[in-house]
């Protein structure tokens, strides 16, 4: 089992910057794909960005393309979201999750563990 705690959401004016961190517990997380995904209220959560268990593969939304990068670290048990040039259509809950499926990668029904969320705030 994987515990996730994601940290680093705040308010952050329109072209600004920033890291979300996803904090996980357990020996196994190297084995595990990561991915971000957000949810905006009244809105349905979306796919954000997702990278495999070697952080040699790595796939994102067309939202955020080019704007920002996924990353991790396996020796800290941290995957990483930077975000940058943030727009106001960017606020929503930002929520780290976990999985083992290699196939539909950007849906959120194929990763098991999630954390809490983190919330971010672009304002304009």
């Known amino acids: 089992q994987v515990q996730l705690v994601e940290s680093g959401g705040g308010l952050v004016q329109a072209g600004g910057s920033l890291r979300l961190s996803c904090a996980a517990s357990?020996?196994?997380?190297?084995?595990?794909?990561m991915g971000w995904f957000r949810q905006a209220p009244g809105k349905e959560r979306e796919f954000v960005a997702t990278i495999s268990w070697s952080g040699g593969n790595t796939y994102y939304a067309d939202s955020v393309k080019g704007r920002s990068t996924i990353s991790r670290d396996n020796a800290k048990n941290t995957v990483y979201l930077q975000m940058n040039s943030l727009k106001p259509e960017d606020t929503a809950v930002y929520y780290c999750?976990?999985?083992?499926?290699?196939?539909?990668?950007?849906?959120?029904?194929?990763?098991?563990?999630w954390g809490q969320g983190t919330q971010v705030t672009v304002s304009s």
């Open positions: 357990g020996r196994t997380f190297s084995t595990y794909r």
């Open positions: 999750a976990a999985s083992h499926s290699i196939v539909r990668v950007a849906s959120w029904r194929e990763y098991e563990y």
